[in-house]
């Protein structure tokens, strides 16, 4: 097949060494093919031009003003039409694959474990001892006691969404909080939609399977803020398919409660919005923003359950990963942690706009991913008191990147969390 216009699909390209190979990982960032591919590190000078602009004639010009050596046609076309049977061209055969994978979605009636066998186990019994042991010291805070009814001032915690294997101990830090101080009936799960999309705000009305049985999701409740969102809330529906940052609270909450009290999410997944503050505008601004806001502390006020919200963020993305190009040695490490929690004392005092100020400053350079799901809780909630629970740094020493991560309550004096009220 002749590609005449070679264009790559949104994908994420990043340097990556593999038995001593220099490699070029591939990687959809949109996730309709799940797995990557690698390519040789030399076809990037080609992959550059692959951007639907550039005729083949045009890329054996660039290829030859820059390198001085020439570029044969058919190399060009057997890259192009490599990369199309992965699925990573803008093609009428990604276009075809894509139309029948959203079909088969929409079609499900719950929505499959993604994650189970790879970032945590199938096995319940095996899962079970897994997250248990994330509670155990000197790490974790110890096993939660179980009080016959939790006094219902937690009405909001920060968790992180960093895989297991990582965070575990400090996803355990807010469920401890979770289970000896709510009684929350309905979790709001404000994720993170790692993949971009369309929509500010995207939600679904799939319940949530996991290895330890399925999670209910309260379609009622997404209703109510459907009613004053402003935005079409399912429009972009399809990235919760492979989005764990709903998953991972989904399967502590049903290890905690899954037997002993009956409970319902509400998974909504958020977008980035970093070009707001960049551009200086206040998400406040933002209709959408505001719009789901105002839906979300109506439908908290209509229902007659108690909630939770539950920001599922992770904070400083740095590192050679992320594209930067400093060593992440211990003054590094320091500066990171220093920035992290300076954020983090903003979000404790519950002052959203020094929280923005903190992202804003730096136009988010430390790759905060968690900022819209943050900023909802602390509008949402409006909660009398905040306390950090847990702060870690998953260091990756061998790809010199970082991701932090931490845990936080949010406490209402008043015990009728659902008007979140400060006496």
């Known amino acids: ?41 030399e076809v990037l000078p080609i992959l ?14 660039e290829y030859a003003r820059k390198t001085g050596e020439i570029l044969f046609s058919n190399v060009i076309t057997k890259i192009a039409e490599e990369l199309d049977a992965h699925l990573m061209m803008d093609s009428e055969k990604f276009r075809e694959y894509r139309q029948e994978l959203e079909r088969e979605v929409r079609e499900q009636k719950t929505r499959p474990a993604a994650h189970a066998g790879s970032a945590y186990p199938s096995d319940a019994d095996e899962l079970k001892a897994q997250l248990t ?33 990582r965070g ?18 309905i979790f709001v799960i404000l994720g993170v939609k790692h993949t971009g999309g369309n929509g500010m705000y995207t939600a679904t009305y799939k319940d949530f399977e996991t290895p330890l049985g399925a999670v209910k999701t309260d379609t009622d409740f997404i209703d109510l803020i459907r009613q004053h969102y402003g935005g079409d809330l399912l429009e972009d529906e399809f990235f919760h398919r492979n989005e764990h940052s709903i998953e991972f609270q989904a399967v502590f909450l049903q290890s905690l409660f899954g037997e002993s009290r009956r409970f319902q999410i509400v998974p909504i997944i958020c977008n980035s ?7 200086g505008k206040p998400p406040r601004d933002e209709p ?13 006020e209509a229902c007659d359950a108690s909630v939770c919200i539950i920001a599922s963020v992770d904070l400083s993305h740095i590192g050679s990963r992320f594209g930067d190009g400093f060593r992440l040695d211990t003054p590094a490490l320091q500066r990171i942690r220093a920035s992290d929690l300076e954020m983090l004392g903003a979000v404790e005092r ?15 350079r430390q790759r905060v991913d968690g900022v819209c799901p943050i900023y909802t809780l602390l509008e949402t909630l ?27 309550g949010f406490f209402c004096v008043k015990r009728d969390s659902r008007r979140f009220s400060r006496e």
């Open 350 to 364: 519950r002052d959203s706009g020094a929280f923005l100020e903190t992202i804003q400053r730096t136009k988010n």
């Open 168 to 185: 575990g101990s400090c996803f355990a830090h807010a469920y401890k909080e979770i289970a000896e101080r709510s009684a929350a009936e």
């Open 48 to 61: 550059q031009y692959f951007d639907g602009q550039h005729s083949i004639v045009d890329i054996q010009a």
């Open 288 to 300: 959408l923003v505001q719009g789901f806001i105002e839906g979300l502390k109506r439908a908290i």
């Open 382 to 408: 409006n909660p009398a008191a905040g306390k950090l629970l847990r702060y870690e740094q998953g260091l990756e020493p061998e790809a010199n990147s970082v991701v932090t991560f931490a845990s936080m």
């Open 273 to 279: 919005f970093d070009s707001l503050l960049i551009n």
């Open 133 to 165: 042991g994330y509670f155990q010291p000197p790490e974790g805070p110890g096993l939660p006691n179980a009080p016959a009814e939790p006094d219902n001032a937690l009405v909001g915690v920060i968790a992180p969404h960093i895989d297991l294997r």
């Open 1 to 41: 097949m002749l590609i005449d216009y070679p264009k790559l699909r949104p994908i994420e390209i990043f340097p990556v060494e593999a038995e001593g190979r220099q490699l070029l990982c591939l990687r959809d960032a949109f996730q309709y093919v799940s797995e990557p591919i690698f390519v040789p590190r």
